[in-house]
């Protein structure tokens, strides 16, 4: 098994290389859609959020109203580090136990942890391989304005909560740059899958895959 880190800032296009990821064959394991799952309606994880924020978190139907638990905790530290504290350790066991699952199936598995805070939550040594996915800042303020409909000062706000660019570059094996169009990042995801998931060598060190445009 080669274990995967796969990291970037919001906006900068995670999603899409899990997608490419997994259609060359690596199994995903994706933090954020872990997350919703343990605070699925009747889930103990759920009932631990309304024990102790309040029942007021849910929406009509019962489930968890995510844009609202956000706006809570994102200007108050002490709310964040609560809800996290309940959500962070039910995602990573889960996420094991989909891993191990993967294993089991295929011993050679790629299996990619799909995880935004994962240089900000200390996973660095956790993985074989960190792969960050990197666009300029203003390219992840242009995207979040353009295509989530964020007001500039909130989508600079939502950067600046995240680990720096430099914090994650830093901690890269490998950096793919998303910066152009669709084409251009299947194209460095291939090289990627080719030239170091498919056939893994140990501790590459980082890296960009093929000339940057």
Known sequence: MLRVG???????????VSRLLAA????????????????APGSEGLAAVVEQFGADVLGPDGSLDRAAMAARVFTDPTARARLEAIVHPRVRALAAAREAAAVAADPSA?????????VETGQRDGYDLL??????TQVQVDRLVRA??????????????????EQRLAAADVVLDNSGNLDDLARR?????????????????????????
């Open 131 to 136: 792969l960050v996915v990197d666009v300029p």
């Open 189 to 213: 995801v291939g090289d990627v899958w080719e030239a170091v998931l498919r056939s893994p060598r140990p501790n590459p060190g980082p890296q960009s895959p093929g000339p940057q445009s």
């Open 24 to 39: 060359h064959g690596a199994v995903v394991i994706d933090a954020d859609a872990l997350a919703r799952e343990v605070v």
């Open 6 to 16: 796969l990291t970037g800032g919001i906006g900068a296009g995670k999603s899409e």
């Open 148 to 165: 989530r409909g964020m007001r500039e000062a909130e989508a600079r706000a939502r950067i600046a909560a995240q680990a720096s660019r």
């Open 110 to 118: 790629v299996v990619v942890h799909d995880v935004p805070l994962l």
